[in-house]
C-alpha cells in the first residue's frame, strides 16, 4: 500500500512539475511577445520622428542657387497631395526665389507625434529658420509650426500632408 501511495505522490509532483514548466514557459513566451513589440513601436516611433523632422529642415532650408537640388530633395520625402502640389508650384517658386536672391536656413526646434499607427502618423514640429533676401539682406529669424501627415509607403515614412498651424 506504500508503494501505492508513492507512485501517486510521484505522479502528482511530475504533473505539478510539467504544469510548473508549461506556465513558466507560456509566461515567458508572452513576455518576448510584448518586449518585441514595445521594440517594434518604439523604432516606429524612432523612425516617423525622424521622418518628421528630415523633412521639416528640408521644406525650411531652401537656397536659390540650388532651388533645383532642394525641391528635389523636398520630392523625394513627399508623397500624395503634397508633393502634387509642391511640383505643381516648384517653376514658379524657382523664379521667385531666384529673383528674391533668397536663402533659407532651417532648423527644427521640436517634434512630438500626435497619433501614429503601422502606416500613418501625424507630427507637430517647431522650426526655426532666418530667411535672407533682396528685402532682408541681413536676414530675419522666422518660426514655422507646422503639422505634417505622414505615411509609410515602400518601407519609407514620406510626407503627404503639411500645414501651417498655431
Known amino acids: ?23 513558466t514557459a507560456a509566461a515567458a513566451a508572452w513576455l518576448g511577445l510584448r518586449l518585441a513589440d514595445q521594440r517594434e513601436a518604439e523604432q516606429r516611433r524612432q523612425d516617423v520622428l525622424a521622418a518628421a523632422r528630415q523633412s521639416a529642415l528640408n521644406f525650411t ?3 536659390y542657387r540650388h532651388y533645383d537640388r532642394d525641391s ?9 497631395e503634397f508633393k502634387k502640389q509642391f511640383a505643381a ?3 514658379q517658386l524657382t523664379q521667385l526665389v531666384a529673383a528674391n536672391r533668397s ?4 532648423q527644427v526646434l521640436e517634434a512630438g507625434i500626435v497619433r501614429s499607427d503601422a502606416r ?7 522650426a526655426d529658420s532666418k530667411v535672407t533676401n533682396t528685402a532682408v539682406p541681413q536676414g530675419e529669424s522666422r518660426t514655422y ?16 500632408d503639411v500645414e501651417f498651424v498655431g
Open 1 to 23: 500500500m506504500a508503494a501505492r501511495r508513492t507512485d501517486g505522490l510521484n505522479r502528482a509532483l511530475t504533473a505539478g512539475l510539467v504544469l510548473a514548466t508549461l506556465l
Open 61 to 63: 532650408s531652401l537656397d
Open 72 to 80: 528635389a530633395t523636398v520630392l523625394d520625402g513627399a508623397t500624395g
Open 89 to 91: 508650384q516648384t517653376q
Open 103 to 106: 536663402v533659407s536656413e532651417g
Open 120 to 126: 500613418s502618423a501625424r507630427v507637430l514640429v517647431v
Open 145 to 160: 509650426r507646422l503639422q505634417l501627415d505622414l505615411v509609410l509607403a515602400h518601407g519609407r515614412w514620406l510626407t503627404s
